[in-house]
């Protein structure tokens, strides 16, 4: 398979004669014994115009071959379909990925050398070098390209790792020349002329590969080889270390969506996850527990299933860091990577996180895009364990509330491995699942000493003795606890130890209706007296943390919370973080543990008043509503805006400037602004609940992130119903068309788009119909009602022009145009999109432009004006470019391609497919795979090609239904 296709039968060469036989035989063993229907292998071998007699033609080839395979049991016929058998199904692809697996698992470089290179040798030139000319198997062909530059680039990886530098540069100065567009290998270049002090030639070989892209395909080097070159010219220490992976972050597959395929054609993402948060410095004590921990892992039965280990504990043990710690400690025996969640089981402000956010969540962290991310949960957890299957992952789920919480999350098979950290001891998972329970305690009085002397130094330890026992009982061997108070007397060096025991022995109280007990009770003393010693600005702050949505909170939404000035609550973080009890994540990004968020909560439920408390969440989701809103609208000017309320006193907005900005705010702040919209709608604040989704809908959507999408829309519209505002319920309606249409549940859909164009009719809402009609066009579109859609699109019209809107006029007319074009009118798509066109030119509406160049492009090809389409198309590209709207680039890339294949120029189509393909694949966009067909197909012989007229769907014009 791994060059011209030969069979062995019993180590002897069997020849097999003619090509469709061979494809025939390639396509079986590409299967891996896995069964493939008669119509798939007739597609394959003859592609999609086989000839009448292909059916029996090819169970000719099948009695042929099993004629040469000894017999008949050698191919199986099973309907609807043939298999090989297993003694027949091994193949040298198999062992290639088979021993690219065991290379890249291996923690010893000298181990994976062997492997890899033993792998990279099993190819024997081009692989189904004889085959490749079938229509279906090209497409295979350029994988098992790809499954070996992936295998050379591990196998350069872990020469790396043994420090061979002088002896690769040659290899890999020959791989970049045969390979111009790899930045994998590039990186690889770059790093190993930096470390053997040819810093220049690093940097030389970085611009030629700019060069490279921007005159050839048109594009910059993607984020991680820029990174890279930062490094190098900084000369970043952590460029010298020579560990296992540390190479470079480029994936050597980054253009092909990071899939290998093994025997069995199935792909999984080869992106490996590092999301373990650091661990604790100077971790002590809990030996036991890690001595447990490491015989799960080294005793786990390797074909059985996956270990699974659940630390349970109460609060403040210290689960949590000991997890991360020993997490930590083994992370280089799981090379396909480490995936850490917070599930939220008994955050004291937040509700535990649900089945379809874990899931999610988890899917996203492997590189799904979350458009890809099926509806169904049980569809997200099957792609989930089958993206786990065969890698060697470690996954860390902390702070679950209960068994049925942590299931679906459990890997499917080895060898991976789960740990799970909970308050409750999951008894079911141990049943069940066969986990191994880590039970933790309050740490012993020996072991508390150790973790004082660790962070106070022996000699002050050793110096006040009886302060020490005094303050180990009061914190009755909580770590936490221990670590709150050794974080007080670390910053006041010079008091005596016996004074901060007496503080201790002088405050009262427990976190009793927490976790009950006398630990919980010392520890609400321990927090009790370092709260004491804060500033009263402190003091007040730390209180009102215990009214946020979620543990991590920005400096800006801090000043609002407090009511301060940005550079005011900067001082007074500072002075949170020198007490231990708030912890900086990232520069401007604070978080609370649970327990320090359930004393705040208790401490501003005692010492503040209703009115203060519900002032201080009002100005929170002001800041974040504001805020949010400013990123909106730097995103998408056009989008009807809503009307806010003035920003109130005390309110603290982020300064956006750009579209850049704003979308680095909202990707940071999105888990805060969906937390504080559920929260607002829960608690009174309906009004920034509906304003916050309205405002996030687009932006929700441009993302991909559908789900939350809709449960943010039927928030609003619970929310919009208890205000008794019919607009706002409208408003909400339409988000539930945008959100619903995208997860295909079309129904549902279209009676929200009708339930919203009610309510605008009753209120005489002009403006309100026409948007309510062209949210209906987009469901209509994809129940493939064109002419249905053309009438609401000609309302909207209508509806616009009597109400002097505009950007809507210009927006349907582009829609009108599109239906028309979809109905067959393409003279009258030109008249309507070249007015849109007008029209969006003199209001500056960019994106809109882009759109109706693109519909006007659609038109012209269909009325045989290529050369006028050629033109629209890289208008609308170089727009959408501008707009930094990649896939909307991409799918025109695709679009253009199309015309200049019609217009005979096939090297011009060629490489806009490319660069089409090569966006969609940097996005992990689902259409990247039918741009690959397409490029494989102009690929061949002009006889094998099926010309496409054009796209099958709007990419622009249609998709906006809330621009207006």
């Keep these: 398979m791994l060059g011209p296709v030969d069979v062995f039968v019993d180590g002897v060469a069997r020849p097999v004669s003619g090509a469709r036989r061979k494809a025939v035989l390639a396509v079986l063993a590409l299967a891996g014994g896995d069964l493939v229907p008669a119509d798939r292998l007739i597609e394959m071998v003859w592609g999609d115009e086989p000839p009448a007699t292909a059916l029996n033609t090819l169970q000719s080839h099948i009695s042929y071959l099993r004629r040469l395979l000894g017999g008949r049991s050698g191919i199986v016929a099973r309907p609807p379909g043939y298999l090989l058998s297993d003694e027949l199904a091994a193949t040298d692809l198999q062992v290639a990925v088979d021993l ?300 679950a509330r209960d068994a049925d919480q942590v299931r679906p999350l459990l890997p499917g098979a080895p060898p991976c491995v789960a740990v799970v950290t909970s308050r409750d001891q999951l008894a079911g998972l141990v049943a069940t699942h066969g986990a191994r329970p880590v039970m933790l305690d309050l740490l012993s009085r020996d072991e508390a000493r150790r973790m004082l002397e660790h962070r106070l130094g022996g000699a002050r330890v050793a110096a006040e003795p009886d302060a020490v026992d005094e303050i180990i009982t009061r914190c009755a061997g909580l770590p936490l606890a221990l670590a709150v108070i050794s974080a007080r007397a670390a910053t006041n060096p010079r008091a005596a130890l016996r004074a901060l025991a007496a503080d201790l022995g002088d405050a009262a109280g427990g976190l009793d209706a ?84 359930a004393y705040a909560g208790e401490l501003v439920r005692g010492h503040d008043t209703e009115p203060s408390r519900q002032a201080a969440t009002g100005r929170l989701f002001d800041h974040y509503l504001h805020t949010a809103h400013a990123a909106a609208r730097l995103l998408n000017p056009h989008r009807y805006a809503i009307t806010l309320a003035a920003v109130g006193p005390g309110v603290t907005t982020d300064g956006l400037a750009d579209h850049n900005q704003a979308l680095e705010w909202l990707g940071a702040e999105r888990p805060a602004l969906l937390a504080a919209l559920h929260r607002a709608a829960g608690s009174g604040g309906d009004r920034h609940a509906w304003q916050l989704a309205w405002t996030l809908g687009d932006v929700l959507d441009r993302q991909g992130r559908w789900h939350d999408l809709v449960e943010a829309a039927h928030a609003a519209f619970a929310a919009a119903q208890r205000l008794a505002d019919p607009a706002a319920q409208a408003l909400a309606h339409r988000l539930l068309v945008l959100g619903l249409s995208r997860l295909e549940r079309l129904a549902e859909a279209h009676a929200h788009g009708q339930q919203a164009l009610e309510l605008y009719r009753r209120s005489g809402d002009r403006q309100g119909q026409a948007h309510a009609h062209r949210a209906l066009t987009r469901v209509l579109e994809r129940l493939g009602r064109h002419a249905e859609a053309l009438d609401h699109a000609r309302c909207a019209l209508d509806l616009y022009r009597a109400s002097g809107l505009r950007d809507g006029q210009a927006t349907a007319l582009n829609s009108v145009g599109w239906f028309l074009a979809l109905l067959g009118d393409h003279r009258g798509a030109l008249s309507a999109c070249t007015e849109a066109l007008r029209l969006q030119q003199e209001l500056g509406d960019h994106f809109g432009q882009a759109a109706s160049w693109d519909s006007l492009g659609y038109a012209n090809h269909h009325l045989g004006r290529h050369d006028a389409a050629v033109d629209c198309y890289r208008r609308a590209i170089d727009l959408f470019r501008d707009l930094g709207d990649r896939y909307n680039e991409a799918d025109c890339l695709a679009h253009l391609a199309e015309t200049q294949d019609a217009i005979g120029d096939p090297d011009a189509a060629q490489l806009a497919w490319t660069r089409a393909l090569r966006i969609l694949d940097d996005l992990g966009h689902p259409d990247a795979e039918q741009v690959r067909l397409r490029l494989t197909r102009a690929r061949l012989p002009s006889g094998g090609r099926a010309r496409a007229v054009g796209p099958a769907r709007h990419p622009s014009g249609q998709p906006a239904g809330l621009t207006t």
């Design 514 to 597: 927490l976790a009950g007990g006398d630990a919980a009770a010392d520890v609400r003393t321990v927090f009790a007296c370092s709260y004491r010693q804060l500033s009263p600005p402190a003091a007040r702050l730390f209180r009102l943390l215990g009214l946020t949505p979620t543990p991590a909170i920005s400096t800006a939404a801090a000043a609002s919370l407090a009511g301060v000035g940005v550079r005011e609550v900067r001082r007074i973080m500072t002075e949170l973080v020198g007490a231990h009890l708030v912890v900086e994540q990232a520069p401007g990004r604070y978080t609370l543990h649970d327990l320090l968020r």
């Design 100 to 399: 690219i697996n065991r290379g890249r698992q291996s923690d010893n470089p000298a181990t994976a050398v062997s492997h890899l290179a033993a792998a990279v040798a099993l190819w024997r030139g081009h692989p189904l070098a004889d085959v490749s000319e079938s229509a279906g198997l090209e497409a295979q062909a350029q994988r098992l390209r790809t499954l070996q530059q992936e295998a050379v680039f591990a196998l350069i990886d872990a020469r790396l790792a043994l420090g061979e530098h002088d002896l690769l540069i040659p290899d890999l100065d020959h791989l970049v020349r045969q390979h111009p567009f790899h930045e994998g290998f590039h990186g690889q270049l770059m790093l190993t002329l930096y470390r053997v002090g040819r810093q220049a030639d690093a940097l030389a070989t970085f611009n030629r590969l700019r060069r490279t892209l921007d005159e050839e395909l048109g594009i910059a080097p993607g984020y991680a080889v820029r990174q890279l070159e930062a490094a190098i010219l900084r000369q970043d220490p952590a460029l010298a270390r020579a560990a296992r992976g540390s190479t470079v972050a480029v994936a050597p597959d980054a253009r092909t969506n990071g899939r290998v395929n093994g025997a069995a054609g199935r792909g999984r993402p080869l992106s490996a996850p590092r999301q373990l948060p650091a661990g604790v410095a100077g971790f002590t004590g809990r030996a036991v527990q890690l001595y447990e921990l490491d015989e799960a892992l080294n005793g786990a039965a390797p074909h059985l299933a996956p270990a699974v280990c659940v630390i349970s504990g109460t609060a403040g043990l210290g689960k949590t860091t000991l997890a991360l710690h020993w997490a930590q400690r083994v992370a280089s025996q799981f090379p396909d990577g480490q995936l850490y969640l917070n599930l939220r089981g008994f955050d004291p402000n937040s509700p535990p996180l649900r089945q379809q956010e874990t899931v999610r969540a988890l899917l996203e962290a492997l590189a799904v895009r979350p458009e890809q991310i099926p509806s169904s949960v049980d569809a997200q957890v099957a792609l989930y364990r089958g993206l786990l299957a065969e890698r060697r992952v470690l996954v860390v789920l902390d702070n």
